[in-house]
């Protein structure tokens, strides 16, 4: 296994956010797997979605996966929700679940002071049956493919960063 952090879990639990944070807080790179398929594809992933469709995306995911497997180490990887899919995602590094309640996720999209972009950047939200549905059936995959599952739901950043960091290998 890989030297990499990787993060996974429900769009909008704070990935991109805890990732930041971690990688400023110990020093590493930091990288988010949606934001490489946007560069790759010069466009944002809801027109990704629009133009050629979730198959595509897919492919595109398990190509970033490929990727970070020959060519990235000691870094920590923030995943798109579905990313957790790809065949060698064992094999990217060490695999942290970030946990909360869909209601608390739900919450934190729609309150935050930029709610409307952020709900804008992940279309599935915009029908929140549909991505309650969709959170049930990803939770307990989630949990099958996790070396660690982190709540995060009521936690501090700096408690949730100390609970990653505690299992990690040291060098």
């Not at 790179?29 to 979730?54: A, Q």
């Not at 870094?75 to 909360?100: D, E, H, P």
């Amino acid at each position: 296994m890989k030297n990499n952090i990787i993060l996974i879990g429900f769009m909008g639990v704070g990935k991109g956010t805890t990732a930041r944070a971690f990688a400023r807080k110990y020093g590493i790179y930091n990288i988010d797997t949606d934001d490489l398929i946007e560069s790759k594809e010069n466009r944002s992933i809801p027109k990704i979605f629009k133009k050629k469709g979730e198959a595509y995306f897919r492919k595109l995911e398990k190509e970033t996966a490929d990727w970070i497997e020959c060519c990235v180490e000691d870094t920590l990887i923030s995943c798109g929700g579905g990313f957790y899919k790809v065949g060698n995602l064992k094999r990217l590094g060490y695999v942290v679940l970030l946990y909360a309640s869909f209601d608390w996720i739900y919450h934190r999209l729609s309150s935050a002071k930029n709610a409307k972009k952020k709900l804008a950047k992940r279309p599935l939200f915009s029908d929140p049956k549909a991505a309650k549905k969709l959170y049930d059936e990803r939770e307990k995959a989630y949990r099958k493919v996790a070396d660690l599952v982190v709540k995060v739901e009521g936690k501090s950043m700096e408690k949730i960063l100390e609970e990653i960091a505690s299992v990690l290998p040291r060098k």
